[in-house]
């Protein structure tokens, strides 16, 4: 079945950019019936949703993040990336990639998390 | 602030039911039948229990379920378990990315 792992530095310096990549195993990001998230979660806090990206390159942004974001989809179509730049301690929150389905209107597979600090 | 409202917390006990309220607008909650509802235990990645509005995906039990009135859609958990225990997320397409709830702590007394 399909699974997703999120991979990328623990640690980010105040004002300089985040990047973590999504690997997805046992499947393809090759499909129309699938976008690809990012979504956070600050210590302690709810979710909010970053954006998401087709396999076409297609993206599409929350307003509140845009014009820091940015989105890619790996040459193997087995990856996706994401950048945040300009990061500040708000940025701080275990980030996760996640599947959303098209058929469901959800996100249903998502990864393990992985935390980003921003700190000097 | 999170565009969709939960209530912080909520609690029932074992047996019981409990339902969790998510409040929208007509832009978001009202305006589609697009709402999922997901758990997350402590340190763990959330799991989607409920999409479009009422359905379980395979696997869920037949103890939660999905219903929505108008911009406020509500989630049900029936004879409640000690490992329903968890925090509960509501999200809603919303005509551009979509929108999560601030979350409910669900208690099992």
């Known amino acids: 079945q399909v699974q997703l792992q999120e991979s990328g530095p623990g640690l980010v310096k105040p004002s300089q950019t985040l990047s973590l990549t999504c690997t997805v195993s046992g499947g393809s990001i090759s499909s129309d019936d699938y976008y690809w998230t990012w979504i956070r979660q600050p210590p302690g806090k709810g979710l909010e949703l970053i954006g998401y990206?087709?396999?076409?390159?297609?993206?599409h942004f929350n307003p509140s993040l845009k014009s820091r974001v940015s989105m890619s989809v790996g040459a193997s179509k087995t990856q996706f990336s994401l950048k945040v730049t300009s990061v500040t301690a708000a940025d701080t929150a275990v980030y996760y990639c996640a599947r959303g389905n098209h058929g469901t209107a959800s996100f249903d597979i998502w990864g393990q998390g992985t935390m980003v600090t921003v700190s000097s | 602030q999170s565009a969709l409202t939960q209530p912080p917390s909520a609690s029932g006990s074992l047996g019981q039911s409990v339902t969790i309220s998510c409040t929208g607008t007509?832009?978001?909650?009202?305006?589609?039948?697009?709402v999922s509802w997901y758990q997350q235990y402590p340190g763990k990645a959330p799991k989607v229990m409920i999409y479009e509005v009422s359905k379980r995906p395979s696997g869920v039990p037949d103890r939660f379920s999905g219903s929505k009135s108008g911009n406020t859609a509500s989630l049900t958990v029936s004879g409640l378990q000690a490992e329903d225990e968890a925090d509960y997320y509501c999200?809603?397409?919303?005509?551009?990315?979509?929108?999560f709830g601030g979350g409910t702590k669900l208690t099992v007394l």
């Open positions: 990206i087709y396999f076409s390159g297609d993206t």
């Open positions: 999200s809603s397409y919303a005509g551009r990315p979509w929108v």
């Open positions: 007509s832009s978001d909650v009202g305006g589609y039948n697009y």
